[in-house]
Nanobody, 123 residues
């Protein structure tokens, strides 16, 4: 399974960005795609995840109400719409794949990762 993240950039506080994660290769029918983020010197933190069939996604408390994760199965792409961005959202954002039928927010339970895309929010 390969993942390709894109859509990062620089924006002012209060602005919006949409990240994309293209998923290719042999995927299992039951899987999750998640977004994580990392700043230098800190651990990679969970942001959001979505089940292969859609349904209710799961969010970190820090992004609830501002970020929305969605998927387009026809395009094998997962999106992260980020609104009302704050300087503390600045990070490298990674998408990741988990072959399982159970939810997880722990990064080591996601086995396949994209290359990351930088998001910078200025005040």
């Amino acid at each position: 399974v390969q993942l390709q993240a894109s859509g990062g950039g620089s924006v002012q506080a209060g602005g919006s960005l949409r990240l994309s994660c293209a998923v290719s290769g042999r995927t299992f029918s039951r899987h999750f795609v998640g977004w994580f983020r990392q700043v230098p010197g800190k651990e990679r933190d969970f942001v959001a995840a979505i089940w292969w069939g859609g349904g209710n996604p799961f969010y970190a408390d820090s992004v609830k109400g501002r970020f929305t994760i969605a998927r387009d199965n026809d395009k094998n792409t997962v999106y992260l719409q980020m609104n009302s961005l704050k300087p503390e959202d600045t990070a490298v954002y990674y998408c990741a794949y988990r072959s399982s039928s159970t939810w997880s927010t722990r990064r080591f339970e996601y086995k396949n990762w994209g290359q990351g895309t930088q998001v910078t929010v200025s005040s």
